[in-house]
């Protein structure tokens, strides 16, 4: 079982930058695939980007795909998403996700995934 801790969420300024930080425990296994899922008040988890352990393959949803980066650092079991260009529709509780598998077509249900994070908020506001 891995156990998935979140940090690095807080207020930022439209235009802003932030770096979200997902430490994994437990069995971490190069087939697993990481990623991040948000969501917002009144609305359904949504996709954001991941990352498949092995191959540092990432996919991201179009709405940040120039402005977000995920990222590993295997040794310290860490996931990264540096978030640049806020916009006050990034706003959201943001969740780790993991599993012990990848995939090239259910990558972005939230259903997939087996493990997720407490979740971190990051408001984007002036």
């Known amino acids: 079982q891995v156990q998935l801790v979140e940090s690095g969420g807080g207020l930022v300024q439209p235009g802003g930058s932030l770096r979200l930080s997902c430490v994994a425990s437990?069995?971490?296994?190069?087939?697993?695939?990481m990623g991040w899922f948000r969501q917002a008040p009144g609305t359904e988890r949504e996709f954001v980007a991941n990352i498949v352990w092995i191959s540092e393959t990432t996919r991201y949803t179009d709405s940040v795909e120039d402005r977000f980066t995920v990222s590993l650092d295997t040794p310290k079991n860490t996931m990264y998403l540096q978030m640049n260009n806020l916009k006050p529709e990034d706003t959201a509780v943001y969740y780790c996700?993991?599993?012990?598998?990848?995939?090239?077509?259910?990558?972005?249900?939230?259903?997939?995934?087996?493990?997720w994070g407490q979740g971190t908020q990051v408001t984007v506001s002036s």
């Open positions: 437990g069995d971490i296994f190069s087939r697993y695939t």
């Open positions: 996700v993991a599993r012990n598998a990848w995939t090239n077509t259910r990558y972005a249900s939230p259903e997939w995934y087996f493990n």
